[in-house]
């Protein structure tokens, strides 16, 4: 009996994934981003899933998401995509995690702790080439594998890099990145004498730029279904997590009745008003008061007054049918009607990663297997 909940069609991230793999070649592997718990997705649920579809490579941030997924996934490659501390090197040796080192002291502190528990860590190096956050400078990269070449608890198997801008329209930043990731990795692999795995490109690089894939790439938000419906990108994919709750009051209200705290909707005209069982309690941003709308029978409904920590109200109209009890979707489909996080992303001025990782469950999400609507998405 939650107030919200989450229903999860679990067919349409087959699709999403299969549209990615019909889109890239064979030989590129796709490690699929599941950190944050999946986007708010739910890390195991959507591994399995992946896993069934043949993906066979994970990302994570974080430690503890990559132990999670390994009771889950005993044969999955984790790749641990943030900085782990050198007091879990044995640990991340012993269940085959992949980290990635950001530096020599890292490397080397990995290294050493791998080895005084008699074990042997596989890593990746994460190269700084103008995203600006986490890795070594590239500058410094060719030394850094250099350094860490002789280490007897460590092997760099991989090198990655991440984007900072990726804009087709301004492609400057993005090319300057792989170039100098090209020229890193060309110089380093024939100082190892051996092919490395290479990866650079995350959702937005990979929807439009196949000469970027290298050996693998890591999408997100793309297999989440958002940011891949221009035309022009390599392959189309569509939302699944649907955001719902209920109506627990209907009232008729007339004109000139102010709304919620401070009153900052007053009624133009008389109507029935909806209170819904979320707020921002549960993740449904208070920048979102007098703007958003929901669906409520298939209808959009606005939002009306401010959005408090766990109420909603909406403006139903004065001869719309609505009851408490009803479904009311903060995003998802209700008939033909849709609102997907990138709309709401856009009245926050937020992206639809926040919008997603945001939602706070107090259940568990029901996952589901339909076939997908082949309505098209508006998911931005
Ligand atoms: C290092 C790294 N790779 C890949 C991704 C996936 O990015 P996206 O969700 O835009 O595909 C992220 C996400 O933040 C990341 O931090």
Redesign the pocket.
């Given at each position: 009996m939650s107030n919200c909940w989450l229903d999860i069609n679990t067919a349409v991230l087959r699709d999403n994934i299969q549209a990615l793999q019909t889109a890239v070649s064979p030989a590129t592997q796709i490690?699929f981003?599941v950190?944050s718990d999946a986007?708010g997705h739910g890390l195991v649920p959507m591994a399995r899933v992946a896993w069934q579809a043949g993906v066979r490579w994970f990302?994570v941030?974080h430690i503890h998401e990559a132990l999670a997924l390994r009771a889950a996934l005993p044969q999955a490659d984790i790749l641990i995509?943030g900085v782990i501390p050198a007091d879990t090197a044995a640990t991340a040796a012993q269940e085959r995690f992949t980290p990635m080192v950001v530096n020599v002291a890292h490397g080397r502190a990995l290294s050493a702790a791998a080895r005084a528990e008699g074990h042997h860590l596989s890593a990746h190096l994460k190269i700084d080439t103008g995203m600006g956050r986490?890795g070594v400078g590239w500058e410094e990269a060719v030394e850094t594998f250099r350094d860490l070449a002789d280490e007897p608890g460590l092997a760099i198997t991989g090198l990655?890099s991440?984007f900072s801008t990726v804009e087709p329209e301004q492609p400057d930043t993005a090319m300057r990145q792989v170039d100098r990731f090209r020229q890193v990795c060309r110089t380093i692999e024939s100082l190892h004498g051996k092919p490395l795995m290479k990866h650079i490109s995350?959702?937005?690089a990979?929807s439009f730029y196949a000469d970027w894939d290298f050996d693998a790439i890591?999408?997100?938000?793309?297999?989440?279904g958002y940011?891949a419906t221009d035309p022009a990108m390599r392959f189309r994919t569509a939302p699944f997590l649907e955001w719902k709750c209920r109506v627990m009051q209907v009232k008729a209200v007339p004109a000139g009745y102010p709304v919620g705290y401070y009153g900052t909707h007053v009624t133009p005209a008389p109507t029935r008003m909806a209170i819904l069982s979320a707020g921002y309690a549960d993740g449904y941003h208070r920048a979102l008061s007098n703007r958003g709308h929901v669906l409520i029978r298939g209808r959009r409904c606005r939002v009306i007054g401010r959005v408090s920590m766990n109420w909603i109200s909406v403006d139903v109209g004065l001869d719309e049918p609505a009851e408490p009890g009803d479904e009311a979707v903060l995003i998802g489909r209700q008939g033909h009607a849709e609102i997907w996080a990138g709309e709401l992303a856009k009245l926050c001025r937020t992206i639809p990663?926040e919008i997603l990782v945001g939602i706070k469950q107090s259940a568990e999400p029901r996952y589901h297997d339909h076939p997908a609507p082949t309505t098209p998405s508006t998911a931005a």
């Open positions: 490690i981003v950190k986007y990302g941030a995509m986490l990655a991440h995350s959702s937005r990979i890591r999408p997100g938000i793309c297999l989440y940011g990663y």
